[in-house]
């Protein structure tokens, strides 16, 4: 009996959320397994300080969801996982459906918080637009997909076993071939530990670099609302919320953004939120940690200045 990670890569890099789920893992019980699809020690050795205790490496190249899912149930039939943990990420949930027949299990998706045990799985995650939270305890075997930034990383030491696995990717129909970044992307929106976002407030698209400024010096990736995008004034891959990218930063700074439902269906569960917003009466105000009831002109050149000042 085991719990199964799926890891998951960008280009040379392990994503952080591969290491949030075996952390995630050892709430459940033990041993956590991490399954690593195409890499490296120096990749097993991060998901060893984060909670695994068995890596199984596979060599298979290139992303098919059909490939994915028959390694991903081979090696778990092989270690008796009960539980398997994917990232909320489009990979994860595009062969989630297919490992979950396999296994003749259920998934979770979208979770923001799992307890329970390997048995018994109990999850909570966000539903009607991040309006309430459901709880859903689910019998194993069972698929859970993890919102990345949503776990606590933590820091594990023990035995380090890595194995190799060749599982077959089996009958694959389509393969991801290549992966384009979107103009103007510097920071992966749905992977960043802080976001500026900019709404129909911001006037007007001359006005970005004052947003992306701000981003350079703090590291954060620029999001934006609907109205901004409908606007044209910034291509979709920014949009946050509910027909965009749902995001779980450490912090989110939203600028002349009113807080529609729509909008804080996709950033709701980030964990320290401010807003600027002229509109005292704004309902952004009534998720925000930290409001400043001012003009974003004023305000976003000030709090770059002011970080510039700190960490330069
Ligand atoms: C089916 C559906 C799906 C949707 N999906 C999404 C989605 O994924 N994401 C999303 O964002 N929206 C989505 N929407 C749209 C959503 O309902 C809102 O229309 C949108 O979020 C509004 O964007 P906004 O806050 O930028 O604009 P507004 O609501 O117009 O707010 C602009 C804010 O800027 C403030 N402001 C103006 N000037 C300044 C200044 N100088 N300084 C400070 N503050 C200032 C104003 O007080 C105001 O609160 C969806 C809608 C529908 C119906």
């Not at 998951?8 to 956590?32: D, I």
């Not at 606590?152 to 393969?175: L, Y």
């Not at 970005?208 to 934006?224: K, R």
Request: negative net charge.
């Amino acid at each position: 009996m085991s719990i199964l990670a799926v890891a998951e890569l960008k280009g040379t890099e392990l994503k952080k959320v591969s290491r949030e789920l075996v952390s995630a893992g050892r709430k459940l019980g033990e041993p956590v397994v991490a399954l690593l699809i195409g890499g490296t020690d120096d990749h097993a050795k991060e998901l060893f300080a984060a909670g695994a205790d068995v890596v199984v490496k596979n060599n298979t190249g290139d992303y098919s969801p059909e490939g994915y899912a028959n390694i991903a149930a081979a090696v778990a039939k092989d270690k008796g996982a009960k539980v398997v943990l994917l990232p909320h990420s489009i990979r994860g949930k595009d062969f989630a459906g297919r490992l979950a027949v396999q296994l003749g299990g259920a998934v979770a998706a979208d979770v923001v918080e799992v307890k329970g045990s390997m048995d018994e799985v109990e999850v909570k995650k966000p539903i009607y637009s991040g309006k309430a939270y459901a709880n859903i305890k689910i019998k194993s075997p069972a698929i859970v997909t993890i919102r990345p930034n949503s776990q606590e990383i933590i820091s594990h030491s023990g035995p380090e076993t890595i194995e190799a696995s060749d599982a077959a990717e089996g009958d694959v129909k389509g393969r991801l071939s290549d992966i384009e970044a979107a103009e103007g992307q510097k920071i992966q929106l749905t992977e960043a530990p802080i976001i500026v976002s900019g709404g129909r407030g911001i006037k007007g698209p001359e006005n970005w670099p004052l947003l992306q400024e701000l981003c350079d010096t703090i590291g954060a990736a620029l999001g934006a609302s609907r109205a901004a995008v409908d606007a044209g004034w910034i291509p979709h891959a920014h949009q946050v919320g509910q027909t965009g990218k749902t995001v779980s930063p450490n912090c989110y700074i939203a600028c002349g953004i009113s807080g529609a439902i729509q909008h804080l269906a996709g950033m709701g569960s980030s964990k320290v939120i401010v807003a600027i917003n002229k509109d005292p009466e704004a309902p952004i105000f009534k998720v925000a940690t930290y409001g400043l009831v001012d003009d974003l002109f004023e305000v976003v050149p000030a709090l770059t200045k002011e970080f510039k000042s700190v960490l330069e």
